[in-house]
């Protein structure tokens, strides 16, 4: 299929997806109203091929000992020859222009880390997903590139949004605020009552449709949503322990944990339905509220 006859499947794909979406959101109770759209961008999308320099920086920005996988090529492969490092960047802008991600980019094999020492039970292990770095350079210039779209028209609220913004310091600021809250209570003989929050399976629960429609509410360029398209949608895995590897599996849910997709867009597909409903979630790494009152206002 061709890159234009590939965009018009996806135009219908997503057109139904949306609608569904609109008429659960709408059909559900008041706390999911319908989506806010937002009003066209001051800034445009900046959808050009990765340039050679987008493509260093990604590289020199990698650790030379992450693991690759599963075709064996490092990160130090490219950040030791420069001239195999612009074959690679001809390669990811031919992909980019054709709106074609390899197949070989979209495999991943999972394998289980412990969580602590002496862990036993699958609960206290957490998987990681090992690709192709070939594959992590590209989707990591696919990610700079909305992070950069939404603070530049304002579409991301960073009192509230924090981790995974550059130059937003949100542990920092969170760590400095707790201590102040906590040095008034001293001073004061207040009573402090702190709630952290926390998304079970942030990243797993988000469907493929919502992000696609939070994509389209940013007004994101279609090139970039029949990429993430394809890409989540042939995206496929297997689990492997020291005994045992299961069968290919495809991924119809969410993202892997280690896929550098782009994490802000399921950030998104959350905050744009949290936004329209009028509540202010923390983001993954700032997952608590501090509420400096009663416990009964608290319940209120």
Sequence with gaps: MSAPERSASKRGRTRNASSGIHSSLQDSSSSNP???????PGIKFDSKPP????????????RAKSAPWPNGVPYLLY???????????????SAWRNIKISKEWMTAERVYIPNE??????????????????GKIFLSIMASRPTKYLKENGYINTSV??????????????????????????????????????????????PHEMI?????????????????????????MRFSTNDYTTNWINLEVGIAYGMH????????????????SRRQYMSRQSRWRMFNASPESIHE
């Design 34 to 40: 319908r989506p806010i759209w937002l009003s066209a």
């Design 51 to 62: 340039s050679l320099q987008e493509v260093i920086a990604v590289v020199n920005k990698t």
């Design 79 to 93: 950040k030791r020859y420069p001239n195999v490092l612009e074959k690679l960047h001809k390669i990811l802008g």
């Design 117 to 134: 020492q002496d862990s036993k039970g699958i609960n206290q292990f957490r998987p990681i997903s090992l690709l192709n770095v070939e």
């Design 161 to 206: 949004q924090k981790g995974g913004i550059p130059c937003v310091l949100g542990c920092l600021e969170h760590a400095t605020m707790i201590w102040e809250a906590n040095q008034r209570a001293k001073s004061e003989k207040l009573n402090l009552h702190v709630v952290w929050l926390d998304l079970a399976n942030a990243y797993g629960s988000v």
């Design 212 to 236: 696609q429609l939070a994509l389209r509410m940013y007004h994101v360029p279609e090139v970039i949503q029949v990429m993430l398209d394809d890409y989540f949608g042939g995206f496929r």
């Design 261 to 276: 997709n782009i994490p802000n867009t399921v950030r998104n597909g959350h905050g744009r339905h949290i936004e329209s």
